[in-house]
């Protein structure tokens, strides 16, 4: 509501000095017409009658009107130019709002793909990806009709300030040929299309103002958003999932591929216990269930900035101990950060780092003193392709599916589509907004030029009405000048 009233504020002195200029005009009419009848009557003489004049004051009104002439066809150059513009924008806007949202389905489907193929069932992530799905299809939906509509009227939109211009162009034009012609009666006619054409450029003026505020500033928000989401008041109203949902299937998904890599270390150690030669090295553990506390401080800890999480450069731990510490996941114990895959991978315990403790050990078979070589993002059906176990290649088959997938899973739960969507705008909004200033320039030029042309004009109309009061015009009449 209060940026509301702001953004009318912007628009207010357009409207206000419209409004004005409507008054002034009525009262203008009011006070010819009276004057008229009360000629008719023979009551008065001299309303709205110009005081005599020479030849050269004459033609220095009309080339003050000139000069207006000149001023309003620049503002409508303007308008011409930046029309196009104001139309890529618009489109570049509609353009990334797709490719964001296509790129959102097309992860969407790229989860559901992965959870539909796997031979292990979770039911609860199956139907959370079934929900995203539909949803994201409903957004994608929405959006390449609004982009349709919008490129059906973004033409219409470029004709109609092209128009607007040339009309503004060529009344202006117009009244300055009548008045070197000296056809005042059809300039008359023309004051009038003036003056209703001063008050809708005014009002233009304040409309393009609130406009463009309003675009710099989500333009503005767009980029503060990509910055960090928390700066700006537009992420509480962005529907994403809270930072429990998000934790919840993070640790489902994580689950689902510890339990899939401890399945397929099982395989490889019956293998190696077997008559299998040469010994396979293990997979390096990826995740492993860690107490919150001990992963992100005891919130004391934490309040007083004494702990600092060893996976400092995980983004996913990153967001657990920051909604750890804000208190967004009350009743949730166990986390899935990283595991130690340095540690691991180089044949160590991986028994982690000094300041805590796991909280649920591995295995000593698989994770003490052995070697851990592979990593999940490994080629590992061609390193395990002499292992032989039931369900083993489907295991293999599902880990690679699972790892493609989970960052972009855990991105759409932390709404990292929105932030690709502004992204995407960014460039169509600032043009945008750049060219509707330019619009809003032009027309207060055009504003300014048609209000000093309509007095220069009215001024001229009333001399070439009344050339007999032109003192060196051959035809000037002193009693009417009051000189007699």
């Not at 992965?114 to 799905?133: C, E, K, N, P, Y």
């Not at 333009?219 to 509480?236: A, E, F, H, R, W």
Request: with cysteine.
């Amino acid at each position: 509501e209060d940026y509301g009233l702001s953004l009318a504020s912007q628009a207010m002195p357009g409207l206000v000095i419209a409004v004005l200029l409507l008054l002034s005009m009525i009262l203008v009419a009011g006070f010819y017409l009276l004057s008229s009848v009360c000629k008719c009557c023979g009551m008065c003489q001299c309303c709205f009658r110009p005081t005599p004049y020479t030849r050269k004051q004459m033609h220095m009104a009309k080339g003050i009107q000139f000069a207006f002439v000149l001023m309003a066809a620049a503002g409508c150059l303007m308008i011409y130019i930046r029309s196009p513009d104001l139309t890529d924008g618009i489109l570049d806007i509609a353009d990334g709002l797709v490719n964001s949202t296509t790129t959102l389905v097309g992860d969407v489907e790229d989860i559901s793909d992965a959870i539909a193929g796997l031979t292990t069932d979770d039911s609860s992530v199956d139907s959370g990806i079934m929900d995203l799905s539909s949803a994201a299809d409903t957004v994608k939906t929405q959006i390449v009709k609004t982009k349709d509509l919008l490129e059906k009227y973004v033409d219409q939109i470029q004709l109609g300030a092209d128009i607007m211009a040339g009309v503004i162009l060529g009344v202006a034009f117009i009244t300055m040929a009548l008045s070197i012609l000296n056809f005042w009666r059809l300039l008359t006619l023309f004051a009038v299309i003036t003056s209703l054409i001063l008050i809708l450029s005014w009002i233009v003026v304040g409309v393009l103002a609130a406009v463009g505020v309003f675009l710099a500033d989500f333009c503005y928000t767009g980029d503060q958003y990509l910055i960090n989401p928390k700066l700006v008041d537009i992420s509480k109203d962005i529907p994403c999932p809270d930072a429990r949902d998000v934790v919840e299937f993070g640790n489902e998904f994580r689950q689902m591929i510890v339990n899939i890599v401890t399945d397929v270390n099982d395989a490889v150690a019956g293998y190696n216990a077997g008559s299998g030669s040469p010994k396979k090295d293990y997979i390096c553990l990826p995740y492993q269930m860690q107490n919150i506390e001990d992963l992100c401080g005891s919130t004391p800890a934490t309040t007083a900035g004494s702990f600092l999480t060893p996976y400092w450069s995980d983004d996913y731990s990153n967001y657990v101990c920051e909604a750890f510490a804000n208190g967004e996941l009350s009743g949730i114990t166990n986390v899935y950060p990283p595991w130690d895959t340095l540690n691991c991978a180089g044949g160590s315990s991986g028994s982690g780092y000094s300041n805590f403790t796991w909280s649920s050990a591995p295995s000593s078979k698989y994770y003490t003193g052995v070697k851990h070589n592979y990593l999940i993002s490994e080629d590992l059906s061609t390193a395990y392709s002499a292992v032989s176990a039931t369900g083993f290649d489907d295991n293999l088959s599902d880990l690679a599916a699972l790892n493609a997938v989970i960052p972009k899973f855990e991105g759409i739960l932390k709404c990292q589509f929105i932030a690709d969507m502004f992204a995407s705008m960014s460039s169509g909004c600032h043009g945008t907004a750049e060219a509707i200033a330019d619009m809003w320039k032009g027309f207060v030029v055009i504003s300014v030029a048609y209000l000093c042309l309509w007095i220069a004009m009215l001024v001229t109309l009333g001399r070439m009405s009344n050339a007999d009061l032109m003192i060196d015009g051959g035809r000037f009449n002193a009693k009417k000048a009051g000189l007699l």
